[in-house]
């Protein structure tokens, strides 16, 4: 009888090792951006984006940037004065919750921070965002649907039909509320009907300078953090109650 595939073993020792090295190779290489670096600075996300942070690491090749593995990071940098790799990296370390990253470079602190609070764009808000304004539809011809979009409007619970084969709404609709909790379907209409309410925006937090040692806190906006921004914290701090 043929052996199932769904017999395979997987060795876990293997995996197991693959990660640790994936894991050591990361703490080298934020060590040895310590030792190369004159500054680093801590910066937040609101509405992250993966192809917007590819913009900003494009801008930035004379730098680097980490962003998420936090814990392998505080690794890295060290929990206390006891094992940080250098003075004051431990102040780094308290600050790496949620949604942050790191960004070494020999750019100025001012120069940082001018460059990041002019870079903002817009883009489609998911779901557990907030709307920043309330949206309604009026009845009548969505010529911009093809009629095999029908069903799927309708499905977001669009109160929509084909009349002679073009996609109305036969009644107005309100999409949602300056306020509102955006669901799922919610930030679907938005996006077919090229609603822009999130923001994607980089915050400055703090800066640890590399000849002195002192650690710096920055007033800068908070943002909006997302919902998803909120639950990353919360299981971080979950996960660290459990480890503690």
């Keep these: 009888m043929p052996k199932s595939k769904r017999d395979k073993r997987v060795s876990l020792t293997k995996t197991t090792k693959k990660g640790l090295e994936v894991k050591q190779n990361l703490i080298e290489e934020l060590r040895k951006c310590v030792d190369t670096y004159k500054r680093l600075f801590i910066f937040s996300i609101a509405n992250m984006r993966n192809n917007k942070l590819k913009d900003i690491r494009s801008a930035w090749k004379h ?6 593995k936090n814990k392998v990071m505080i690794v890295a940098l060290g929990h206390s004065p006891s094992d940080e790799y250098k003075d004051n990296l431990h102040e780094v370390s308290k600050h790496l919750r949620g949604e942050v990253g790191l960004l070494f470079t020999n750019r100025t602190k001012d120069e940082v921070i001018n460059w990041f609070s002019q870079f903002s764009e817009t883009d489609f808000a998911r779901a ?107 299981k971080e701090e979950d996960e660290s109650n459990e480890e503690n």
């Excluded at 907030?130 to 309708?154: C, I, W, Y």
């Design 63 to 68: 730098s680097r940037i980490f962003f998420g």
């Design 128 to 234: 557990g965002n907030k709307a920043t304004f309330t949206v309604n539809l009026d009845t009548g011809p969505l010529d911009q649907f093809s009629h095999s979009m029908e069903p799927q409007l309708r499905q977001l619970g669009l109160p929509t039909a084909l009349k002679k084969g073009v996609v109305t709404l036969i009644s107005d609709y309100e999409v949602c509320k300056e306020g509102d909790i955006l669901t799922p379907e919610q930030a679907r209409i938005l996006k077919l009907f090229g609603y822009t309410m999130a923001e994607f925006k980089v915050m400055i937090r703090s800066v640890w300078d590399a000849e002195t040692g002192e650690f710096e806190q920055l007033e800068t906006p908070t943002g909006d953090r997302s919902g998803a921004m909120k639950e990353e914290e919360e």
